[in-house]
Every structure is written in C-alpha cells, then in structure tokens.
Nanobody
Framework: QVHLVESGGGLVQAGGSLRLSCAASGRTWPSYVMGWFRQALGKEREFVAAINWSAGSTYYADSVKGRFTISRDNAKSTVYLQMNSLKPEDTAIYYC??????????????WGQGTQVTVSS
C-alpha cells in the first residue's frame, strides 16, 4: 500500500502563490502517473494536474494551465504542485493521488488526506 501525505495548503490573496507537497511512502508505482485533484465545497472532485513518475511528462486541466506546475523529486519520492496567480475559484481541498489513469484513480489507488487551499479576493 502507498501512503501519501500532503502539505503546503493555506490562505492566500488572489494573485498569490502556494506550493503543495506530496510525500509518498511504501510500495509506489514505478513509471505510473501521479497527480493532483481538488474538490470545492458543494462541487464534484476534479482533475488538476498529473505527472509521469519516470518520464516526467505533465498534464494539466485547462483551468490551471499556465498557472500551475507539477513536478517530482525522485530521490525524495515527492510530488509538488506550484500554484501561481491564484484565483478565488481555486479555493478547494487539494488531494494527491495515484496512479492516475485517464484523469481518474482506480479503486486500488491511493489518496492523500487533502490540504485546504483558500484564496481570498
């Protein structure tokens, strides 16, 4: 089982930045895709970004493209989400998860506990 622990959430003003971290432990998925999802209050969970652990290929939702950057540190088994130019509509609980297949996580996949990101206007 893979354990994922997120950190870095908080309260920021619109236009500000945050960097989320997701540390993985246990048996990971070499060459698999890991990613970030978010869920705003009263809304469905949505895909945000993903990265191929081995190749480093990245994928983004249109709503965050150009503002968010996903990356990974293989040595630290950590995935990051750099969020710039934050907007109030980015307010949500952000979850790290994997593996990601077709912007979804299979039932055998793992999820972090979530970290709150709040953007004020």
């Amino acid at each position: 089982q893979v354990h994922l622990v997120e950190s870095g959430g908080g309260l920021v003003q619109a236009g500000g930045s945050l960097r989320l971290s997701c540390a993985a432990s246990g048996r990971t998925w070499p060459s698999y895709v890991m990613g970030w999802f978010r869920q705003a209050l009263g809304k469905e969970r949505e895909f945000v970004a993903a990265i191929n652990w081995s190749a480093g290929s990245t994928y983004y939702a249109d709503s965050v493209k150009g503002r968010f950057t996903i990356s990974r540190d293989n040595a630290k088994s950590t995935v990051y989400l750099q969020m710039n130019s934050l907007k109030p509509e980015d307010t949500a609980i952000y979850y790290c998860a994997g593996p990601v297949v077709a912007n979804k996580v299979p039932d055998f996949g793992s999820w972090g506990q979530g970290t709150q990101v709040t953007v004020s206007s």
